[in-house]
């Protein structure tokens, strides 16, 4: 089987090269060789499916990612959180919810592997309320939970100076945990940013459907 799709192609390949010779040889190499293709530029940077930084707002990045042409752009808020020593310990990224549910946010966080994923992740916001989180599962880039916020959630996060992440090392003596400090300088601006994109997003969804099924119809 090999050896015969080997033939196949060294003919086709033979025959393209004749070909292509014999056109480039008449009327003494002016007849164009036409059906060539030049190739196109590539920029992995601009690729659907690839991310970047749209904006900045105190402490939160903009990340987008490309979705395509004729499509929104998906945002989330992205902050990298540090221990008391500037380490880089864990991630927060945040994302709006349509309206209409109770969740009005979303939040992915990531912590180090080696987390004591029964003490789940604790969230709360000036010394306030404790909200505790399970863990969802873990990857080679570390353990993740993924959570829903509140409308009441949202406003101590725009009303509020820091927020607090409390996780738990695996070896670490009892009683012993990690305070990551999440900074919400430019929260409200970034999240309602997030919102915008959110219902463009959702407007460009819908109209693309109606026009499809709009024409679908006058099939």
Do not use: H
């Not at 015969?4 to 025959?15: M, Q």
């Not at 940077?45 to 499509?71: F, H, K, M």
């Not at 709360?124 to 599962?137: E, H, Q, T």
């Not at 409308?151 to 990690?178: C, E, H, M």
């Amino acid at each position: 089987m090999q050896n015969s799709f080997f033939r196949l192609a060294t003919a086709a390949t033979v025959a393209f090269g004749l070909t292509a010779a014999q056109g480039m040889a008449q009327d003494n190499g002016t007849t164009p060789v036409t059906n060539l293709s030049m190739g196109e530029e590539v920029n992995p940077d601009n690729a659907p499916g690839s991310i970047y930084l749209r904006d900045t707002t105190g402490d939160w990045e903009v990340r987008c990612q490309r979705a395509g042409e004729g499509q929104i752009d998906p945002c989330n808020l992205y902050q990298l959180l540090r221990d008391e020593g500037g380490q880089a310990v864990a991630e927060m990224t945040m994302f709006a919810m349509p309206e209409g549910q109770e969740a009005v946010a979303g939040a992915q966080i990531i912590t180090p592997l080696e987390t004591l994923l029964t003490q789940q992740v604790r969230l709360s916001v000036d010394g306030g309320n404790v909200k505790r989180y399970p863990f969802a599962y873990c990857t080679t880039a570390g353990c993740i939970s993924q959570i829903g916020l509140t409308q009441g959630d949202v406003d101590s996060f725009r009303r509020g100076a820091n927020g607090k992440l409390t996780i738990v090392p695996a070896r670490a003596p009892d009683g012993a945990t990690v305070d990551l400090s999440i900074s919400l300088s430019g929260f409200t601006a970034g999240f309602k940013m997030l919102q915008e994109i959110t219902k463009e997003a959702i407007a460009a969804q819908a109209a693309a459907q109606e026009n499809a099924e709009g024409e679908a119809e006058s099939e």
